[in-house]
């Protein structure tokens, strides 16, 4: 680096996820539209459990937890995203990408801890139904809390602290619609071979090690209902498909992308949709679709919002 035509990077530019314009349109109404979808679902979930006592069980308030996390999922990324999709030049200012990260490592480190909680609460409800409400205590649900954003939070700073002094000299061209870390710390202009592994590393390490967790907690649970009765296992299979549905599709992108024979550049660039767009919205649906009494209550909750409108 010579020091003369030195300039410090204050932006970037992202490419984007298509030049084409037929492109650009679908993309910008199937994202408005998932992005307004779940952020009504997930607020729905998150007002129908904190408002009706019915619901006021350790299962609920971790659903109802996990659907305010995926608000924060939609709308780190897609909002922005939804804004710049016509735009010729989709910029970002240096902070605005650091806070981006910031939030998208917070978000996923609070929601993998929260699907083990979820985990952990049915393998309790199934396996030792009568010591559920003493096991699964107040106490127990806020320590999972207070773990799931303690954890989100030592990973999300590890990963600035890597990068957060890092040399940015031009080019500063992302080709992707956020500030996605890897291809961030490619642009510094320093020899970031080891950064990138350890970066990668960290966040790969964490959510391979968390994968491996659920995976086993779920066979774990199937196994102990089959050595009771082959008919409990399917009544507990209706219950869990729902969950282990979520986890596949939290971690199904990841997979798919880290085991694909040649990595190419728009798959990851579409999964990436997959995972800002299209998982927050799935979450509310998928847990409530076989879910009798939630979907009693989230129309008790709709009908009392649509009378209030009419009253006031
Ligand atoms: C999250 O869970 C806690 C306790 O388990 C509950 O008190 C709180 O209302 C939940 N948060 C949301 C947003 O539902």
Known sequence: MDGANHSVVSEFVF??????????????VFSSMFYVASMMGNSLIVLTVTSDPHLHSPMYFLLANLSFIDLG????????????????????????????IFFIHVIGGVEMVLLIAMAFDRYVAICKPLHYLTIMSPRMCISFLVSA???????????LAFVVNLPFCGPNV??????????????????????????????GFISAGFFFILIISYIVIMVSV?????????????????????????F?????????????????????????????????IIYTFRNQEMKVAMRRVCNQLISYRKIS
């Open 15 to 28: 490419l984007g996820l298509s030049n084409s314009w037929e492109i650009q349109l679908v993309l910008f």
């Open 73 to 100: 999922v939609s709308s780190v990324t897609s909002p922005k995203m939804i804004y710049d999709v016509f735009r010729k030049r989709k910029v970002i200012s240096f902070g605005g990408c650091i806070v981006q």
């Open 149 to 159: 954003w303690v954890v989100g939070l030592i990973h999300s700073v590890v990963q």
């Open 174 to 203: 992302l080709d992707s619609f956020y500030c996605d870390l890897p291809r961030f710390i490619k642009l510094a202009c320093t020899d970031t071979y080891w950064l990138e592994f350890m970066v990668t590393a960290n966040s």
């Open 226 to 250: 089959q050595k009771h009765s082959s008919a409990g296992l399917s009544k507990a299979l209706s219950t869990l498909s729902a969950h282990i549905t979520v986890v596949v599709l939290f």
């Open 252 to 284: 199904g992108p990841w997979i798919f992308f880290c085991t694909w024979p040649s990595p190419s550049i728009h798959l990851d660039k579409f999964l990436g949709i997959f995972d800002a767009v299209l998982t927050p919205f799935l979450n509310p």
